[in-house]
């Protein structure tokens, strides 16, 4: 039954009935959360091996380093190396760094304030950045506190929209894009090969343009179907554009979310003036936990078969979301999603005006959602209709609590406007 | 023999007798390194048992917080308040970072560059900072990076000459200082009471005046006899001054180098202005390490019973370098050195005009020292005197021969400049 084609009556009778539940629900004094892209705890069990001494053997690195000691500016070569095979880059285009892709993309917009991308400092200038809609709310934030304008681009089933992608790098002022092109924060879209070669062939006016490719989920499969992204390194070495785009990524769902190690790809000419800013800010970063990554993956195969182990726990989450979905909200025309074949997030597009309702809902009856505009940037969906839901945390008994009541949210908040409360 | 009292016949013998000595020396084909402040693997060993992953108790912080999962932006609790314990300094002024203070000190001055100190950015502005020399050369690096103007303040017995920073901060443009208060590197002094009460009472004129309050080697004692620092939070109070001061420590020199845990204290309003920040440019650091050194050290008590045991290791080596220089260079006129109580620098002072040519005799017998210069900012020692001795890192025999040759190239280069060679 599509709630568009019911009478008042229907709407009404309908919005008393879940009202009871919604009700019901809130007297229960639940505390459900469904708002970060968690891991729960049995997926952190999966690399407790790791924290092993024995896989730091002799506190060596493959070329003799001691990793209890400083140095070694842009990280050990089994950690580079294991690095590069995920990303498919060589190593020499791979720096290691510490804890965290999200300090690495900071850093970078740091050093493009200060010091330019080769086209003088951004800071006092007018900046513009463009940003896939929706799309990850920590990015947004960078950008905001740098005071670099954001432009939405609407996001379609293969990635941004490059027809608006490439008419807005006309402007000078744009210097650039956030984007994470494979199993996208919140839709789940990988970008496909033709949006990958249309991004490598950019001809922008600005030249200190930069693509920020946050590859965060490059290895995160949950189904056995995988999503496959071209590599942008390859794709722009036909067109000379590699000093555009930064790649970066981290262990942090593979291994320890903040106990991680992250790893930036760039051109020899970007990694040279990236290791310069380095070597003044740091002596090197912690080669202990480089090589206890690099030890117990050893390569890309190790790190695909340890994903595999992931995906066995997040398949029957994501499963119970989509479920629910499909039966509570199917065909009742008030609700989309997505059915991502990867990454940590279920895309939920509610009726226009209806996000805030929803999520509001949902925490007076104790499940906590992302906010709603938390994927748009400055915090504004213009539609009021995006809800990123993040179900890898909760046990599987909280999530299918926590979703029941989403949908019960859902469809209320959907009644409120059809009946106009 | 003082070297100056000398007749030329002396000299020219003199001279004849050290230069074979240093052709054979050269002719080991030698390789010894005196150059960095690194500890040496026993040193290493002492902290091994930390990485026992029996320390992280069921990966629980004291407040319950999952140490392998995301958030905490500044600390696990007893981790905040094993640096409050060695500080001296309330856990609200702590806030832990990832493995390095040399970065939360760059990440600081980038900051007031982008964003400023409270009076406006930095960036684009002419911006002086004062410097004790000689000094630390990755400080130096960090203002040099920002195009910050460094001048130079000459170190007393007692710390640096406030007569002269008294002086310079009744200029707007001056910012700031950059010190190491306790164990300076290279001096080995340790400001007295004065000095810091001097230190906590500036009225600059600057009203974003920043005080990077280095306290590397806050509990790096060598010798029984331990020197004391003035809490500068403590003084500052008094004064009203708290927002001038930025301390840093870390754990490099006390577990790993390069995997230990850094920490700043800072005042109320300036820990509210450094969080801001920090929530977009990162989750939170490593926690499972921070676990780590809270669960190993427990407090600053520990700390300390720890210190011993390096101590036991350094102070031979520190010996062998001032008795051998006793030995050799005592008496005669062209060095004076430092016999400090703690830190991992001795600074030998050579003849005006010999540091230079000291280091590049070392070097081509095999022996690599600190550039003579690098004390100092923009590397030029104005007399070219100053070098910094490294004793950690060399295992006991290395250092003996090492220091052996150092000091036959002091005098060497001594007798060059006395026979105008």
């Known amino acids: 039954m599509n709630l568009k ?3 008042s009556a229907e709407l009404h009778s309908r919005y008393d ?3 009871k539940q919604y009700d019901d629900y809130k007297n229960l004094s639940l505390s459900l959360n469904m708002a970060r892209g968690k891991p729960g ?3 952190l069990d999966l690399s407790n091996e790791m924290l092993d001494p024995a896989i730091l053997s002799g506190f060596r690195a493959s070329d003799g380093t001691e990793v209890r000691n400083y140095g070694v500016l842009d990280g050990i070569p089994e950690c580079k190396s294991l690095f590069a095979g995920i990303l498919g880059v060589p190593e020499k285009n791979i720096i290691v760094f510490g804890n965290a892709s999200l300090t690495i993309m900071y850093d970078y917009i740091a050093q493009c304030m200060i010091f330019g991308a080769g086209d003088g400092p951004w800071a006092g200038k007018k900046i513009k950045f463009l940003c896939p809609v929706p799309g990850y709310d920590r990015h947004f934030a960078i950008l905001e506190h740098f005071g670099i304008e954001m432009i939405n681009i609407p996001m379609n089933e293969d990635g941004p929209d490059m027809d608006f992608i490439e008419e807005y ?8 894009v956030f984007c994470v092109p494979m199993y996208s924060n919140p839709s789940g879209i990988t970008y496909s090969d033709e949006t990958v070669k249309r991004f490598a062939a950019l001809k922008p006016v600005a030249k200190d343009f930069r693509v920020i490719w946050d590859n965060a989920y490059c290895v995160h499969h949950i189904k056995d179907k995988k999503d496959r992204l071209l590599n942008i390194f390859a794709e722009a070495e036909k067109n000379g554009t590699e000093d555009f785009f930064i790649e970066v990524t981290s262990t942090s769902k593979i291994s320890f979310p903040g106990a991680g190690v992250s790893a930036l790809a760039a051109s020899d000419s970007n ?3 990236i290791k310069k800013r380095m070597s003044v800010q740091t002596i090197g970063y912690d080669k202990i936990n480089q090589l206890r990554h690099a030890g117990y993956f050893v390569n890309a195969d ?3 078969a340890h994903m595999k182990k992931h995906a066995a726990i997040l398949r029957p989450k994501f499963e119970i979301v989509l479920n629910a979905f499909e039966k509570n909200l199917g065909g ?3 609700a989309e999603w997505t059915d991502p074949n990867g990454g940590y997030f279920i895309s939920l597009d509610v009726l226009p005006g209806c996000a805030k309702r929803t999520v509001e809902l949902c925490k007076n009856a104790g499940v906590t959602l992302t906010g709603a505009g938390a994927t748009f940037p400055y915090g504004k969906d213009p539609l009021d209709r995006n809800i990123r839901i993040a179900p890898t945390f909760p046990s599987v008994d909280e999530l299918k609590k ?3 009541i989403l949908c019960v949210c859902v469809e209320l908040s959907a009644l409120e406007k059809l009946l106009n409360k």
Chains 1, 2 share one sequence.
């Open 271 to 273: 990694i040279a003036s």
């Open 5 to 7: 084609e019911l009478s």
């Open 169 to 176: 790098i006309r402007d000078e002022s744009v210097k650039g």
């Open 17 to 19: 009935e879940l009202k």
């Open 302 to 304: 190790g790190v695909d």
């Open 332 to 334: 009742k025309g008030i």
């Open 402 to 404: 926590a979703v029941e």
């Open 41 to 43: 705890s049995d997926q």
